[in-house]
């Protein structure tokens, strides 16, 4: 389980890393819904304690807020250091990291909370589907 995890989580980096932009857009949200959804399956259907609906409800809202905060974070300072770094040709002052991150910061939540909604709905439907699916060990 830990190692799928850290897999999925390494290829959403590179992805979110790849993509060029300034913060996180639509393609980069639509990357992250789908890797933290497959996270919280994860999770959910493999953790040793007894699961009930309102546990899986929140371990995919953890997930689905604070991972999408953390990678939308992460795309901010690769963006910036791989795309947006001063060049000395700009007309005006440029932005440092930290003005960035203030800047965009309200976008990031709302990305994180549509990001939370999504994982939420998707990742309790295929968290119900396959449970039914995979036999539980004796």
């Keep these: 389980m830990k190692k799928m995890i850290a897999l999925i989580v390494?290829?959403?980096?590179?992805?979110?890393?790849?993509?060029?932009?300034?913060?996180?857009?639509?393609?980069?949200?639509?990357?992250?819904?789908?890797s933290l959804t497959v996270i919280s399956v994860i999770f959910n259907l493999f953790s040793k304690r007894q699961r009930r609906i309102s546990s899986y409800v929140g371990s995919s809202a953890i997930i689905g807020f604070l991972v999408c905060w953390i990678f939308g974070l992460i795309d901010l300072i690769a963006d910036h250091f791989?795309?947006?770094?001063?060049?000395?040709?700009?007309?005006?002052?440029?932005?440092?990291?930290?003005?960035?991150?203030?800047?965009?910061?309200?976008?990031?939540?709302?990305?994180?909370?549509?990001?939370m909604i999504s994982v939420i709905l998707v990742s309790f439907l295929l968290t119900t589907l396959?449970?039914?699916a995979i036999p539980k060990n004796p």
């Design 10 to 34: 390494v290829i959403t980096t590179i992805l979110i890393c790849v993509t060029k932009s300034l913060y996180v857009e639509w393609v980069e949200l639509f990357i992250l819904i789908g």
């Design 82 to 115: 791989m795309y947006y770094l001063p060049t000395g040709y700009e007309d005006g002052r440029a932005l440092s990291l930290g003005f960035k991150i203030q800047e965009y910061s309200d976008d990031l939540f709302v990305g994180s909370v549509i990001t």
């Design 130 to 132: 396959l449970s039914k």
